[in-house]
C-alpha cells in the first residue's frame, strides 16, 4: 500500500500507516496491584522512541489471552508514535488453558464468561487508568498520557464497548474516563441481542469515535453463540457522531483479529502460522483510526474514509456515519 499521511500536528510526513513506523519500541514488563481488590494485575508496556507521543493505548485481551496477546498490533501502533500497554486479567487470562481437553476448555470459557467477569474486568480498566498519571512505578511517558485510547479483542472487546458507554442490565454503567478520546474494538458482539432493554439503549450512549473490525467467519471459539452478523450489531446501533467505523474482512476468523496468540493459544487452538492476507489493510486502517482520534490528524481521518476504502479487496466492507 502505497502513499503517506501528513499529521497536522508535527507537519512533517507520516509514512504509510499499514507499514512498520519510523520509530523503534522498547518493551517492558511489570505489574500493578490493586491493594483494595487484593489483584494483581501483569502488564506489558510499549514504548516508541517518538519525543512527544501521540497518545497511549491500553488493550484488554480476549478469553486465554494475557499481556503478551496483541502483539502485532501494539508494536505496530507503537512503531507509529503510539505508548501503549496491555494488561492480563486474572481469571479469564491463560490459566483456562491449563486443561486442553475440547470438553474442559468449553467449561473452563463458559466459566470465564461471566457477567461477575466482565464486572472484574472492567475493574481491572478503571484501575489502570486511575494509576496512569500516579504510579511512580511506570514510565513517565505513560504517566503524562492526557489521551488515552482503549482497545480489546472478544471478550476484551466487550469490556471495551463497557468502558465507553455501553449499558448492560447486568453491569453498573461505567462514565467514561475524560482522558478516552477513542475505542477500537476487535471482533466485537452484542451478546443476547434480543433482551432487553434493545440495543439502542444498549449502544446509544457511546459518544466515543468508535472502531469496530471483524470478519465474515468471525464466528467466536469455545462458546459458539456469537454469529458473524452478530459481531456488527453495536456499530448499527450506536449514534452518528464523532466518528463510528466498521470494517469486515472477508474470510477472517476469530483468531485472525487476536493480534498475535501466545505459545499456549497456538496449541490449544491450532493457530495458523501465516497471518491473514488482510493483515495490512487492518494495521493501516486502526493506525488511521488511531493518528486521526488520538493524534487530532484531520488528514488520517480524511484518508481513512475517502482513500482507505479503494484499497480493500472486493469483497471486504467498510463503513463509517
Not at 518493551?27 to 514504548?47: C, G, I, N
Not at 503510539?82 to 473452563?108: C, K, W
Amino acid at each position: 500500500m502505497g502513499g503517506s499521511l501528513s499529521p497536522a500536528t508535527q507537519g512533517e510526513s507520516q509514512p504509510e500507516p499499514g507499514v512498520t513506523g519510523p520509530w523503534p519500541v522498547s518493551t517492558q514488563l511489570t505489574r500493578l496491584h490493586d491493594t483494595r481488590r487484593a489483584r494483581t494485575l501483569p502488564v506489558k508496556l510499549y514504548l516508541p522512541g517518538q519525543p512527544r507521543p501521540h497518545g497511549l493505548i491500553v488493550f484488554s485481551h480476549g478469553l486465554g489471552g494475557s499481556c503478551e496477546s496483541a502483539t502485532a498490533w501494539l508494536m505496530h501502533w507503537a512503531s507509529h508514535g503510539f505508548l501503549a500497554l496491555a494488561l492480563q486479567h486474572p481469571g479469564s487470562d491463560d490459566s483456562i488453558l491449563r486443561n486442553n481437553s475440547p470438553l474442559a476448555l468449553r467449561r473452563a470459557f463458559k466459566a470465564a464468561m461471566t457477567p461477575e467477569e466482565l464486572t472484574r474486568r472492567a475493574d481491572d480498566l478503571r484501575f489502570v487508568l486511575g494509576a496512569i498519571g500516579h504510579d511512580p512505578t511506570l514510565p513517565d511517558a505513560i504517566n503524562a498520557a492526557t489521551a488515552i485510547g482503549i482497545a480489546g479483542h472478544s471478550f476484551g472487546a466487550v469490556t471495551v464497548q463497557l468502558m465507553a458507554g455501553e449499558r448492560r442490565p447486568t453491569q453498573p454503567a461505567i462514565d467514561p474516563d475524560p482522558r478516552l478520546r477513542a475505542a477500537l474494538a476487535l471482533s466485537p458482539s452484542a451478546r443476547h441481542a434480543d433482551s432487553a432493554p434493545g440495543l439502542d439503549q444498549r449502544f446509544g450512549h457511546i459518544r466515543l469515535p468508535f472502531f469496530g473490525i471483524t470478519g465474515s467467519r468471525d464466528d467466536g471459539m469455545g462458546i459458539s453463540d456469537i454469529s458473524a452478523a452478530n459481531r456488527e450489531l453495536p456499530f448499527r446501533h450506536m449514534p452518528a457522531d464523532d466518528g463510528k467505523y466498521l470494517l469486515v474482512f472477508a474470510g477472517g476468523n476469530h483468531l485472525d483479529f487476536a493480534g498475535e496468540a501466545s505459545d499456549t493459544e497456538r496449541i490449544v487452538f491450532q493457530v495458523r502460522r501465516q497471518p491473514a492476507a488482510f493483515r495490512p489493510h487492518l494495521l493501516a486502517a486502526s493506525t488511521a483510526f488511531w493518528l486521526a482520534h488520538l493524534g487530532s490528524d484531520a488528514t488520517a481521518r480524511h484518508w481513512l474514509t475517502t482513500d482507505f476504502p479503494a484499497r480493500l479487496r472486493p469483497d471486504d466492507r467498510f463503513e463509517h456515519k
